[in-house]
């Protein structure tokens, strides 16, 4: 950490943050110049409050050399993590494609769309029985009956399970799924994070709506930090001035993170336009940019399911894509399934 | 609600929209123009979900004419909102500063920060026990303990205090807490939000830090839908591309908020900048833009605790900041207290 | 469009309104609502300044139901325009790669750069003569004499030259060069539009640093209502809160473009990220998403040339780049050159 | 600048790095720690290319220490720059009200408008001869013979001018024009930066629709760096995600551009919301923030100029800002006029 001081300071400010700065159990290096003074801070400076010294009198700037994030910096742990779910490995140079209906409506719904998914190639069954919304007169999901209904599936058809968590007071509900996901929304419920690091599963960590990669992977780090080191994250469109579509898919943050950790990533085309015509250019896309994998909405009967139908692939045209995604793999190194 | 449907489309798919909106007990106008065809819908639409009906194939766009608030919403309570805490109102032509350490260290820190403030003009204590950190190594707050000292300083001052709730498991301890704070994190934990609206207590909600004006609305609207009406809201600064600031203070949203809702609102000046520089003016310019308060952190001791100092006003830049507001509050038909 | 009125107004200032719509050529439907009146305005609405109307005291929201833009729009061109450059068509099933230096240095440099680029694949040469630079203080380019440089280049090798232009007083000097590039930042240059809509030759308008899809259509709209029907859009990273890349490339406007406007669209991997390790991937992805194209900074030695091989990908590099790219072409019906 | 390189790096790599800045007049300063090795650049970095050297291969960070603006830097020039506009001063402890239509529509106008602003307390007069338009369909103004009016009324009245210039050709029309304005949109057209970087005029600066705080001052440095020092700042707006304003108006900008520079900087309250309603809080708010002075639009007769009136005050309405700031002006030790 580089921090620099505004000239012609108060020497007793300057010998109060070097003191502090001792206390913490860092070395400080002074180099004067002729505009300002810099301290460069060694040791392990992941304790640092950084905007706490940015925002002292004497400051004029800092900045972060090494990374705040440790468990999830691939520079500590230079190999990829490789997750195993139920049998299907996520990372490395696997591909999986996790897919299934938004909501979980009925046990004969979600049956028929994983047997439909699975036939195509996807390995891991999606489905929202606690779901958030915006507004508190927007049905919430069927909960814990929703969830009951995944996990009969889930034992028909054999396939793991994906859903999202928005209460530790559920964990226990939770013991037999796969993966839990946590939303775009809580990234930062950091008793939620705590909650989840303490459990032994795999968990899909969102990027928050305006989260930053660096904030993005301090949340990762929450998780890992509270013991739980099986971290895969999911980018799925972030907000920006645009209206056109309702999120902006960040694709250049997959190979950014891939530099910057050895957490798995993989990116859902579904939510973050919000429109099912761009789900098969931003899967293709996705690939591309190297992700680990896809979580995809699809739904068996959008006529008479109007809620999930609309912003999801019917079965036929999720096949087509999982095609299309067969041909670019081995330009990315990567093997389905 | 209006929904522009493309030209030349598949009758089906519209009758079968048709019947989805007769279902919703919404009565459906349709005027075709040249170029596509317009369908407006009457009654109550704030059950619609927006983003479903923009993403099915046949929709070019939709338009929200009533808003999907209502408890909430101006329109359908036209006289401000006016919420009293131990006798302080906040709301109408009230002005009331709330203020103390950003994080509760000691009560004799407390105690002398309250006497402080409260001499210059401040009526409600704030003070941070439970910590929202983006670093899972950074301090966390003292929780409970910290909780303990700020009920303690509220006896021997007599101060309603604020402080901020992260997870509904600890409401008992928020028993007599005067206001809970909801942080800019949390604003869409929807879980906590209707744990709290079924709380007869003033919550005061952060705007998220990426949340549009609607969507914080949307959030007091969980609070108010769970039955609690005593929701203050407080703009603290959104997220925009600008890094000189840590965030951009959205002073614009005061007088656009008072527009849209009944609810009181107002600023906190501190955490916008995270700069304790610019305190001063961001407090007098929420003057000028009709805030019904200031909440700002003030600290004894800047020397000897670093962390809080830094980003602090001390005791007597508070009294200078709460002299200049004194001048102003005439301009803006308010009384301070 | 679509007007919605505030209720319990003032008739008077409803009757202006509509006497001025009336005075703009178009009829207004008026139709009473519980809460609110809603005017729809029938006709070319292209015309209204909507900003305008929102900012009535009597009214509460406008929606534009028709697009801004014409000759843009798909709606009246559905077929794809496809634009031909020295053989070489953009547009349609065809995949164009462009390439060369970020900034001309020297003929020789130039040359070989080409003679390379051209070898793996790319069908036009780009190349910076002048640079719109941040500073002040920073190396503007060549000038007139990078201009020649890139002309003789283009004898040489027969490839078709793209550069950008900033100021129209230099409109003679680019005579022979067959595509002209209008710069991010001057892509609300209104004056630089009409003039290069007033030249017969092929303009590649690249997308705002924080410019709206339909602001960006509304720019290609400016040349073409002063009739250059040849516009190529380049995306090329938007502005977001995001720090770890320069800009956020933002692939989801290729398919949503497509479906908006018949003009071709293009994208720039270089410049969105400023790195040149996610130049491979996002060439890839933006493949993935459906692009017409890509524009790719080659240098042909970073060592001795830092400027531009910094950002560049190397020869050796952008050949592999193009034989991944074939690979996936066909996934997205498409025929390179 | 402090530049950080990442560990086990090609030798190589590094020391090119270290030639090339060394070419540059710079000293390097190496110092490696366990993780990464640190390099300091000491003496005038202004030209070195912060971009370029992130994008290097071997480099993880860079950071710049001194600013990369001289001229503008508050550093080396501590008082305030007071601009003498036909003896009004703008800066300092001076606050000027600049007030007039939006679009120039006849004498018979902007006469009235400018007699019933100076009478409030207007000492300058602003109107729009060039417009610039999103829609080449919208009306682009009077252009010259716009210009013309504002010059005759300005004999007739005495006040000196301000109007947009949107393209260099017409700067001998510009000649008796007293204050330049550079629109938004054209804040980083930078041909246009550097002719009226050599025009001996006052220079009004509008911030970019998106432009950071540094990117602006770096706007400003292009003129002062051709030659003109006269130069005033104008916030008004920025984009970010919220859609119920058009911009949201900076305020955190005033105090802190009033650290980093000298320059004056004044507030326009009009066009950052497009809202009239909101123009009298934000005009206070930008008081209590400490802007040099306030740039308002007034139009005399809305009913009949939709146009303009529709986003401006009444020039009854603007007195009473007028006198709202007076009351206001001693809180932040201005004196208007």
């Not at 490995?89 to 494609?97: L, S, T, V, Y």
């Amino acid at each position: 950490m580089i921090i620099t001081i505004k000239r012609d300071q108060d020497k007793k400010q300057l010998n109060n943050l070097l003191l502090w700065i001792k206390d913490l159990g860092l070395q400080a290096d002074i180099s004067e110049g002729e505009h300002s003074t810099v301290v460069g801070l060694v040791g392990d400076t992941s304790k640092v409050d950084i905007d706490l010294v940015k925002s002292l009198d004497i400051v004029e700037n800092v900045t972060r050399i090494s990374e705040p994030y440790k468990k999830a910096n691939r520079k500590f742990h230079p190999e990829d993590t490789i997750i195993n779910v139920g049998g299907y490995k996520i990372g490395g140079n696997h591909f999986q494609i996790m897919a299934g209906p938004c909501s979980v409506e009925s046990e004969k719904q979600v049956t028929a769309i994983a047997k439909a998914v699975r036939e195509s190639g996807a390995t891991i069954l999606r489905g929202g029985a606690f779901k958030p919304r915006t507004s508190p007169y927007a049905f919430q999901g069927l909960g814990v009956d929703g969830l009951k209904i995944l996990l009969k599936v889930k034992e028909e058809t054999g396939m793991p399970i994906v859903t999202e968590l928005m209460n530790e007071k559920y964990l226990d509900e939770f013991a037999d799924v796969d993966i839990i996901q946590i939303g775009a929304r809580n990234m930062q419920n950091f008793d939620l994070l705590k909650a989840v690091g303490k459990v032994n599963k795999p968990i899909l960590l969102k990027r928050g709506l305006a989260a930053t990669m660096e904030e993005w992977l301090m949340s990762a780090e929450y998780i890992m930090a509270n013991g739980n080191n099986k971290v895969i994250l999911c980018e799925r469109g972030i907000r920006t001035y645009e209206t056109y579509t309702r999120n902006t898919l960040d694709l250049s943050a997959i190979p950014l993170m891939k530099e910057k950790t050895h957490l798995p990533i993989i990116v859902d085309p579904s939510h973050a336009s919000g429109i099912s015509r761009l789900v098969r250019p931003m899967s293709l896309a996705a690939v591309g940019a190297g992700a680990d994998g896809l979580i995809i909405e699809v739904h068996n009967d959008p006529p008479h399911a109007l809620c999930d139908g609309a912003q999801s692939l019917r079965p036929e045209q999720f096949d087509e894509v999982v095609k299309a995604i067969d041909v670019m793999l081995p330009v990315v190194n990567k093997v389905r399934g």
